[in-house]
């Protein structure tokens, strides 16, 4: 048995890495740890946190990178089975926190389910149109809409309803790659409009004040118009070139709330200007568009369905926080894809991000 050589060794370990994606998430997560710092208040302890979490997130990329999509298929409804007994556990006896039960203790550990089915959803979805084959038929949409609709509805129950709707868009991406009628689409818009009155009727107050708000952040300033106010205020007064690092007033004077999470990017706005928020949209534009060529070149229909899905999910994560923090979508808790703090969200981020570069790195040249 030969020992393999450094260079060997470094080939076995870069091989399964796409170099676009990998490059473009170093870039991101240095962006984050960068713009943490200031967001914390310069608290070294939090960084040195998140670096924790950036290992496990990195080292659940390469594993996923390493290992094939047929591999990968395998697991899709055990994973999927294990994510839906995580959150009726959560129904059951998990953490509750600012009114919503959305946490699981596990030993030392802090797990928030909906974030696993975030990416168990699709893979469950697309493992199934796989498994039936080229005689899809509306009854096999009628049982993937099941199996979205389910852990769906134990999200909304939380209460979480922006992430119940992330997760619903996740799953309704692969419907729509495994061709979903456009009749069928546009029935459900339809239907998705008139359901409108019952929706609000069943919409918690606060859901409610959210939404009012949106249409006048000044009607209730300190109350439910205070989060967007702020971070308005916050991503204007960075200016083009913004105040600085470790110079923005509405986090270090603690104007802005949840500035380590769910609205980091008003903070970052805020120090880096429209020029750092350009850099960081042309990073998340590459990784979203190397995801889409990614899907095109395939090998089967299961990575196709998986690569395109997990890369629309992605858009639409970055879209909805960006959108909640600019004032023109309502307040959800939504992470921001690399910059926002947290453990369960930056790996499942990185889960994405390796299966797409699981699905180029063992993708097959089909001769025509």
């Keep these: 048995m030969t020992v393999p050589t450094i260079k060997e060794l470094r080939h076995r370990i ?8 990998f490059n473009s998430c170093l870039i991101l997560t240095a962006l984050g740890l960068v713009v943490l710092y200031s967001a914390s208040g310069a608290d070294l302890g939090k960084v ?9 997130a ?14 990968i298929e395998r697991v899709v409804f055990p994973v999927y089975g294990i994510a839906l007994v995580a959150l009726i556990a959560v129904a059951l006896f998990g953490e509750t926190s600012h009114g919503a039960r959305r946490w699981l203790h596990l030993g030392p550990f802090r797990l928030q389910p909906s974030e696993l089915m975030k990416i168990a959803l699709p893979l469950a979805l697309a493992g199934y149109f ?15 809409s099941l199996l979205l609709l389910i852990p769906v509805a134990f999200v909304v129950r939380q209460p979480d309803l922006g992430t119940a709707l992330l997760i619903a868009s ?18 459900l818009a339809v239907s998705g409009i008139a359901s409108l009155p019952l929706v609000w009727h069943f919409m918690h107050d606060y859901q409610k004040k959210r939404i ?17 106010l702020q971070s308005m205020i916050a991503l204007g007064s960075g200016g083009a070139f913004g105040k600085g690092w470790l110079q923005g007033t509405q986090s270090h004077l603690d104007f802005l709330p949840e500035h380590t999470t769910d ?9 880096f200007g429209l020029l750092g928020e350009i850099v960081f949209l042309v990073a998340m534009l590459v990784i979203i568009t190397r995801g889409f060529f990614i899907a095109n070149e395939g ?4 990575a196709r369905l998986v690569a395109g899905a997990l890369s629309m999910t992605l858009f639409t994560y970055t879209f909805v926080n960006m959108g909640m923090v600019s004032g023109i979508l309502p307040v959800v808790g939504v992470p921001l894809p690399f910059l926002s703090y947290g453990g369960t969200s930056l790996v499942t981020l990185f889960i994405s991000i390796g299966i797409l570069m699981s699905v180029h790195h063992h993708r097959k040249l089909v001769k025509q």
């Design 58 to 71: 990195y080292a659940a990329m390469w594993i996923l990178a390493a290992t094939p999509p047929h591999k």
């Design 299 to 302: 090998s089967t229909p299961f």
């Design 170 to 187: 996740s799953g309704f991406y692969v419907l729509y790659f495994a061709g979903l009628s456009w009749k069928i689409l546009g029935g």
């Design 14 to 21: 870069l091989a399964p890495l796409d170099p676009t994606l």
């Design 263 to 271: 609205f980091v990017f008003a903070v970052f706005g805020e120090e």
């Design 48 to 56: 040195l946190s998140q670096l924790r979490n950036l290992v496990f």
């Design 130 to 144: 796989e498994w039936r084959g080229k005689t899809i038929t509306w009854r096999d949409f009628a049982v993937a």
């Design 212 to 228: 009012l708000t949106l249409l006048d952040p000044s009607q209730d300033p300190l109350g439910a118009g205070y989060h967007t």
